[in-house]
């Protein structure tokens, strides 16, 4: 995985495992996404990059509703436009 149940957590400010039955799936899900939008499978690349774009999606998808989700939204692109652009120098 790209993030830990224990990052996740911190991504979220969120304590304890009470709502790991939400966490889980929306962590494991991550990866899939990342290689669809950038076509690159960021599990076996440690970039730093890729863990921070995590965090973010994370959030966006975790707090849908949020005040923050438009400009949390536009962070995210920045960051899979850069993903994509380093994915494909590790293909070439």
Do not use: H
């Amino acid at each position: 995985m790209i993030l830990t149940i224990e990052e996740a957590r911190e991504a979220l400010r969120i304590d304890g495992a009470d709502n790991d039955v939400i966490i889980i799936p929306l962590v494991q899900a991550i990866p899939n996404y990342l290689k669809a939008t950038t076509g690159c499978s960021w599990m076996d690349v440690e970039n730093p990059l890729a863990k921070v774009a995590a965090k973010f999606i994370l959030q966006l998808w975790y707090y849908p509703q949020s005040e923050d989700a438009v400009r949390i939204q536009r962070t995210i692109d920045t960051l899979l436009l850069t993903l994509s652009a380093e994915a494909r120098e590790l293909i070439s």
